[in-house]
């Protein structure tokens, strides 16, 4: 039997081959022993610990496994720590920490009290502890839900984002499958999982984006993520899924993505509200959706409620929002959410008896706002009892308005385009394109049922005076009263229409002639009704033409053109008339066009000619000047009268080549005049008020002077009257740059139309040309000779030459010149003679 020392070096030998590091004590409490495995763990020669008291090597304290702090015992009290659980932190001499499960225990000697500190390294199972623990940390702190199922796809672990996502508890759960749980609801749309398991399987992660729901019922999008564990065999053992609530993205993206598309697709604005609707009462079935429109007028327009009856819906509409109209009328009205109790709330007291009988509870209502912030509508949860919007409800409603206003200005903006394309803007009334389509449906009615119909051409007499006297904002009030006086004289039937300016057209259903004639009577009645315009009073009257169909034409361009020239005809007759389409107006429109295209060629074939009429210096004699006239003899019709080509080439717009080939005609005519000896002052031409839009004209007038060796004084330039009324910017310019260049300017057929003392101080013109409607009855009628009296006494007074025109007889003449007139041009005379006639005239009176 070995001897204690024998044993001694025995125990040494032995915990110096132990894995775990050893330390052995005395009661001194110095270290006796420190093994190899020691100075690994502590990082330290034996040399530098062995005599050396034992706080040394527990320096950095001691600490239970639940990390609690342990106070190393004063004075011999290590008999304290024996037997416990102790964790020691090992901060070495290179930097790094170390830590050890300290265990130690007491060995009496006879001699002496021993204590043994065994200490195994764990500081491998430490870190993967602390790496334990902030894995568990993040899974269940996470917002995911994180299920792990084994082979067979039953559940062995769910984390607690779990329970708070679906509402599970972990023991409601063990055992069970994911799809018995968050598929179960008939408002999930997967109920096959072949694919998903077939997937995993094979090994392969599945991922996609579902709908489920929890433990209430409750529908939620998720991001499902599955990954495969597989054993060493490549068998499935685990799956991890990963659920991640992406219910406000999802939704959005969903209803976005339906409710866009069906926008895309110009669905009506009904279906695409009610599929607002639907998606979101197949979120949150618990909730009855809404939606209503609020019009220009600030009442409610329901446009969907899918899941209530249509009689609530007819009840609420052209209701006026306000302070107490329900929840969905007072949400318009303050422009913020109003959550009402159906029964109790005084918001409710007027409409409570719609909704209480149908169940419904409270009711929530958002209001639909455009961008500029103006509310255009309302979205409203209905509840069937007493609760508030949930989260999900409110993400569901911030989603949804959006969308909303988004089709509710879409709407407004196709109105308005509609508005801009198909309606006048000033009127309101059916434009050109517009009535056009509605005529069309007309007829194709009238000529199904066998009906007559007319088509009226209504055209505002001297409604350019009114612009341009008044202006044109009186211009546009006395065409709105015209269109309110024509839509409230004609039935609903009836089509009103503006083509234009102060052009109308009414189209009046199951009409015939006789009939037509009496609603055309009260429509000249009506327009003729006194109307103010700012300070002015006015009486306005309208030319109407009339055709009717089947008789006039079978479609509406017909029926417009030849109402169009019926009522030419009818102003031709007197303003303020009315006349029907008839054959004999149609050859005259055939003959019109025929001439149109006769004068066309007769301008470029240089067909017309000039003849000229002497005009008299009434107090010697002598010739003060020439008129040239322009006169047109065509090959096959004859002599046509100045009377029906000059407005015809205004209406066709050959106003201007005529008038400059007469004045490049009247020039050289008087140059090649003087150089044969004839002595003729000056020559006039006519020119039209559309001439003077032309900017040109001026320096057309100086090279054309230029040309024939001319001076300015040499040509007189003929205006009429409405050139006074004229109100385009270039004519007033064109007219003082002709003035500026010395030519005369005369104001002919003075006094017939719309004379004025200020017009004539403004315009820079030279003479005045009395109308021969007054010299030809000077002698019988003593107002006409006031008249005459008082225009001579206006020319001499603003120093302008006065030509007295259509002078016919003697006696004319006579009291002509006794009331100071100073030109006389007539038969009296000479007729307008050719250059030749005109020529040997001169010679014979020796002018």
């Known amino acids: 039997m070995p001897n204690i020392q024998d044993a001694a070096v025995i125990l040494a030998h032995t915990l110096e081959q132990t894995v775990d590091a050893v330390a052995m004590v005395g009661a001194d409490r110095k270290v006796l022993l420190f093994n190899a495995a020691a100075e690994r763990l502590w990082g330290r020669e034996r040399s530098e610990v062995i005599g050396r008291g034992l706080d040394a090597l527990l320096a950095d304290g001691l600490v239970t496994p639940a990390c609690e702090a342990v106070e190393l015992p004063a004075g011999e009290g290590l008999d304290a720590l024996v037997g416990k659980p102790l964790e020691v932190p090992i901060h070495r001499p290179d930097g790094s920490t170390a830590w050890g499960a300290l265990s130690l225990s007491r060995v009496e000697l006879p ?10 390294d764990i500081t491998e199972q430490r870190r993967l502890n602390e790496t334990l623990r902030l894995l568990s940390l993040g899974l269940n702190e996470t917002d995911s839900a994180v299920v792990i199922t084994d082979a067979a796809h039953r559940i062995v672990h769910v984390n607690s984002g779990f329970t708070r996502m679906f509402g599970w508890q972990v023991q409601e759960v063990i055992g069970r499958q994911p799809r018995d749980l968050l598929f179960s609801s008939a408002h999930c749309p997967r109920t096959h999982f072949g694919d998903v398991h077939a997937q995993l399987a094979a090994g392969h992660s599945y991922r996609s984006d579902e709908l489920v729901c929890d433990n209430q019922d409750r529908p939620l999008w998720c991001s499902m993520v599955l990954n ?24 959005h993206e969903v209803l976005q993505h339906k409710v866009l598309a069906a926008l895309v697709r110009e669905e009506p604005l009904a279906e695409v ?29 329901p446009l969907a409620a899918p899941r209530m009856p249509e009689a609530y819906s007819r009840a609420l509409d052209g209701v006026p929002i306000g302070p107490a109209v329900g929840s969905c009328g007072t949400a318009a009205f303050r ?13 409710w007291a007027p409409y409570k008896q719609l909704a209480l009988p149908l169940g419904l509870v409270s009711c929530w209502s958002s209001p639909i706002k455009r961008s500029d912030g103006r509310v255009v509508g309302t979205f409203a949860f209905y509840y069937r009892d007493q609760r508030g919007p949930t989260p999900l409800h409110e993400r569901l409603v911030e989603v949804s308005v959006h969308l909303c206003a988004i089709a509710l200005e879409r709407e407004e903006a196709r109105a308005r385009i509609r508005q801009l394309a198909f309606y006048d803007g000033l009127t309101g009334l059916p434009n050109r394109s517009l009535l056009q389509v509605q005529a069309e449906q007309a007829i194709t009615r009238a000529n199904r049922e066998q009906e007559s119909l007319a088509v009226l051409f209504i055209d505002l007499d001297r409604f350019k005076q009114v612009n341009d006297s008044l202006g044109h904002p009186a211009g546009d009030d006395l065409l709105r009263t015209v269109t309110a006086r024509l839509r409230a004289t004609v039935r609903d039937s009836d089509i009103v229409g503006r083509l234009s300016g102060d052009e109308f057209v009414v189209v009046l259903t199951q009409c015939d002639a006789s009939r037509a004639t009496d609603i055309t009577e009260h429509l000249q009645r009506a327009i003729a009704a006194p109307c103010h315009l700012g300070d002015i009073t006015l009486k306005p009257s309208a030319s109407i033409g009339i055709s009717l169909f089947p008789q006039n034409g079978r479609d509406m361009d017909t029926l417009l053109h030849r109402a169009d020239m019926a009522m030419y005809q009818a102003k031709t007759s007197g303003r303020g008339r009315f006349s029907f389409f008839s054959n004999e107006m149609n050859l005259l429109a055939q003959e019109r066009l025929a001439l149109e295209a006769a004068l066309r060629e007769a301008l470029r074939k240089e067909q017309l000619h000039l003849h000229y009429q002497p005009q008299i210096d009434l107090k010697d004699g002598h010739l003060y000047g020439v008129e040239a006239l322009a006169r047109w003899t065509h090959p096959e019709i004859g002599n046509i009268p100045p009377i029906r080509f000059i407005p015809l080439a205004e209406e066709c717009g050959l106003i201007g080549e005529l008038s400059d080939w007469a004045l ?92 004025s003392l200020g017009y004539l101080r403004r315009l820079p013109v030279s003479e005045l040309k009395l109308d021969k409607s007054f010299v030809r009855d000077l002698a019988r009628d003593e107002a006409t000779r ?48 050719p250059a030749a006639d005109l020529e040997r005239w001169l010679r014979e009176h020796a002018l």
């Open 335 to 347: 422009g913020e959410p109003v959550l009402a109790d159906i029964a109790t709330d005084p918001l």
């Open 228 to 251: 495969p564990i597989v054993d060493a065999s490549g068998r499935l053992s685990n799956t991890v899924g990963i659920y991640t609530d992406i219910t406000h993205t999802k939704m």
């Open 786 to 833: 006031a008249l005459t009296s008082a225009v001579i006494r206006i020319g001499d007074s603003l120093h302008l030459t006065v030509v007295a025109e259509g002078v016919e007889d003697s006696t004319q003449q006579e009291l002509l010149k006794a009331q100071g007139y100073h030109v006389a041009q007539g038969y009296l005379f000479s007729p307008p003679l």
């Open 111 to 120: 001699e002496r009290t021993l204590y043994t500190a065994f200490v195994k």
């Open 664 to 755: 490049r005609e009247a020039c050289r005519q008087l140059a090649d005049w003087r150089k044969r000896g004839l002595t003729v002052p000056a020559v006039s031409v006519n020119l039209s008020a559309t001439n003077f839009h032309n900017l040109e004209l001026p320096q057309l007038i100086a090279e054309t002077l230029a040309a024939n060796a001319l001076k300015p004084a040499d040509l007189t330039v003929e205006i009429t009257e409405s050139l006074l009324m004229d109100t385009n910017p270039s004519t007033m310019k064109t007219l003082g740059d002709i003035h500026d260049q010395g030519v005369r300017l005369a104001m002919d057929d003075f006094g017939t139309g719309y004379s």
């Open 273 to 301: 509200m009610t599929l607002i609707c639907r998606e979101v009462e197949r979120i949150a079935p618990e909730v009855i959706a809404t939606i209503i429109r609020v019009d220009d007028e600030g009442k409610l327009r």
